[in-house]
């Protein structure tokens, strides 16, 4: 079934693209392509000639002129064509997303505090600011920070991701997307866009391309274009007074056809990128959308091609995010299993993962499980920022863990001593790029818990691509320097920041720019906000906070860190398609360009025959050749302009020999051979 209707899709897609392919063709639509214009008027143009050789006001064989026009027209069409796919798939993404998006009756509480006291109303009546209260099976009216609650929500119609995930007021997972669903508890959320402008408004006019601007690199791409098609527009049209003169002189031959200069023109120009430019564009967008970001601009897309600095945190991106415990080590006098014991009655009610994970530790080890907790009328101390320990209190005993200076005081203060062993075991795991739980029973030290952060597997490999390909990769992290620097050494990255501060992020980030570097960066807090905002690339974490979002210019609504090392391929794989295909369109210039001229002179100075060593048959036949090729072409490169080229991980310099090797010489080659083939094709059909 998914196969039948992603075939229909397709075909949908398609036979909307051809339809678009003619609605193009007004003249407003085409003058926002310069090059493509200049194209399009040739194509009147010659169209024009054809119907005044029936009037006798034109002596170019009509048979001649009529597929020079009909050939323009479709080298249009093409261009056209290449376009609309690119909008199509955007379109066909969008409707996916719209709906998602609906009108639905929102709670809107008029206390937040008070959740029977609400009235209902439509969702697009909802305005920055409103409260909302949201049960389990409701849509989320709009986009929007949890206040109050903790619930699961279903972000499929958002994300593509069927597993539901937890927002909750307070942190950095806050943050919520409308047009998704809660499927458990309950929320009250304060509606923080307005209709309109939520992400998702912003992510369908992203993929509709209606919001698409051009970016710098584009525009200036677009000018050089724009310039060589003047230069060749100056050239071709030169030639009509100086072949009229040059026949004249030499008293044979005659000048140049009208329909020739300009079969001429839209050959030696560069069609092929000018009508593949914008496609590429969109496309660029659309892949980027595909992978659940949304860009806020297509600068940011480009920037991130060009990216040489990035900035990842420890947490969740370079590491799993969860520290576990991975051994107990004991104090002398003190056996490895007491101290699992005790370890484990301290984490049975602490239900963090670092908790979770002594639990199953001590199961594994020592097999310790199947606590009768009621017989032992135990009461739990919850872990706080003041005490930084949690524990256990049962029949008269005091277990704790925490943090060592924690333990430390927790003891001295009941008369017992801070052995010299537990200080050496906790320097010990610290420079490991461990963390230390001292654990403490009544006045007495047991020994040390070592929790470890786990570095996601194949992220090592993922850094030393990067370093290929000369980017610098910095991991940020709030730990001290000593366990910043193990970490950074087992992850492979290239640098490190430790204990780091808003402040601290923003200074590197600037020191980095000032040097000339472009820097990206992730983020999903608001203390990220101010870094967000100086850096190149700041994609921000869709579960993040609201200040987070506005300060970067790319958000991703997976809320998955490692997708900013994605976003830099994407980014470099645009720049690297444009590049490819306009220096195969150049190189295309070049080949045309000893096609086509010695063929057109041969009546006037019979010597430039020699320079036809591509040896056609006729100028007819050699201009026909070259401007069908010059629109098949087109066809030909459309896939690659919506796929893009090949991502590889290599350095700048490399990467461009390469492409000037495949897309330089290719595009030198392919026109000699096509347009030769093309030549004996027409020859033996008796057409030219």
Avoid at 157 to 179: F, K, L, Q, Y
Avoid at 374 to 403: H, P, W
Wanted: hydrophobic letters at 45%.
């Amino acid at each position: 079934m998914t196969d039948n209707n992603g075939a229909s899709s397709k075909s949908a897609i398609y036979r909307d693209a051809i339809k678009q392919s003619f609605a193009k063709l007004s003249p407003r639509v085409q003058a926002s392509n310069p090059v493509m214009f200049v194209v399009y008027l040739g194509a009147v143009l010659v169209s024009v000639l054809y119907g005044l050789t029936f009037a006798g006001y034109h002596d170019e064989k009509a048979g001649y002129v009529l597929a020079i026009a009909i050939i323009l027209w479709f080298t249009v069409l093409f261009a056209n064509f290449a376009e609309a796919l690119a909008e199509g798939r955007g379109r066909a993404q969008a409707d996916s997303l719209r709906s998602a998006r609906k009108d639905v009756l929102a709670r809107k509480l008029k206390d937040a505090r008070n959740h029977e006291d609400f009235v209902e109303v439509l969702s697009s009546a909802l305005k920055k600011g409103d409260f909302v209260y949201v049960q389990a099976g409701d849509q989320i009216p709009m986009d929007g920070d949890v206040i109050e609650g903790a619930a699961s929500v279903d972000e499929s119609a958002i994300t593509g991701e069927s597993a539901p995930v937890i927002r909750e007021s307070g942190g950095d997972r806050s943050a919520v997307t409308g047009g998704t669903t809660l499927v458990s508890d309950w929320l009250v959320i304060e509606i923080t866009a307005e209709a309109g402008t939520s992400f998702l408004d912003k992510m369908i006019s992203m993929v509709e391309g209606a919001a698409r601007k051009k970016t710098p690199n584009e525009i200036a791409l677009q000018i050089l274009l724009v310039t060589l098609t003047l230069i060749f527009l100056a050239v071709t049209v030169t030639l009509l007074p100086f072949t009229d003169f040059s026949s004249r002189l030499a008293g044979s031959g005659r000048a140049i056809s009208i329909t020739n200069v300009v079969a001429l023109l839209v050959c030696l120009a560069p069609t092929t990128i000018g009508a593949l430019l914008s496609s590429i564009g969109i496309a660029g967008m659309s892949r980027l959308n595909r992978s659940n970001v949304l860009a806020m601009s297509g600068r940011a897309i480009e920037a991130a091609g060009d990216v040489d600095v990035l900035l990842l945190d420890k947490t969740g991106t370079i590491t799993l995010g969860n520290r576990q415990a991975s051994e107990f080590l004991p104090v002398p006098g003190v056996s490895e299993e007491e101290l699992a014991d005790a370890a484990q009655l301290s984490s049975l009610a602490d239900e963090t993962a670092e908790g979770r994970s002594i639990v199953i530790l001590a199961k594994e080890r020592f097999n310790l499980r199947g606590r009768e907790l009621a017989q032992l009328g135990a009461s739990f101390v919850a872990f706080s920022a003041r005490t930084r320990m949690s524990g256990i209190d049962y029949q008269g005993n005091e277990i704790r863990k925490g943090a060592a200076d924690a333990v430390k005081a927790f003891v001295l203060e009941r008369g017992g001593e801070y052995p010299d062993a537990c200080d050496r075991l906790v320097r010990q795991i610290a420079n490991a790029g461990g963390t230390p739980l001292v654990v403490a029973k009544n006045s007495v030290v047991l020994g040390v818990v070592y929790l470890k952060d786990i570095v996601k597997n194949g992220v090592k490999e993922r850094f030393e691509d990067l370093r290929k390909m000369g980017i610098k990769t910095i991991m940020i992290t709030g730990d001290n320097p000593m366990t910043a620097a193990a970490i950074a050494a087992e992850a492979g990255v290239d640098d490190f920041l430790a204990e780091a501060t808003p402040e601290a992020k923003l200074d590197l980030i600037r020191d980095y720019q000032a040097k000339g570097h472009l820097v990206a960066m992730t983020g999903d807090g608001t203390n990220d906000a101010p870094a967000l905002a100086q850096a190149d690339v700041a994609v921000a974490m869709n579960t993040g906070t609201q200040a987070a979002k506005e300060a970067g210019n790319m958000v991703d609504l997976d809320s998955n860190p490692t997708k900013l090392i994605d976003i830099v391929k994407i980014g470099k794989q645009l720049l690297m398609t444009r590049g490819a295909l306009t220096t195969f369109s150049v190189a295309n210039d070049v080949a045309k360009y000893f096609a086509i001229i010695p063929v057109l002179f041969f009546g006037i100075y019979p010597e430039l025959a020699k320079l036809n060593f591509m040896g056609l048959t006729s100028s007819t036949s050699a201009i026909l050749s070259a401007i069908l090729y010059n629109a098949l072409i087109i066809v030909a490169l459309i896939p690659l302009s919506l796929r893009g080229v090949k991502y590889r991980e290599m350095p700048a310099g490399k990467l461009l020999g390469r492409n000037m090797l495949i897309y330089g010489l290719g595009g030198v080659v392919a026109p000699f051979v096509a347009i030769k083939g093309i030549d004996l094709l027409l020859t033996a059909l008796g057409i030219a």
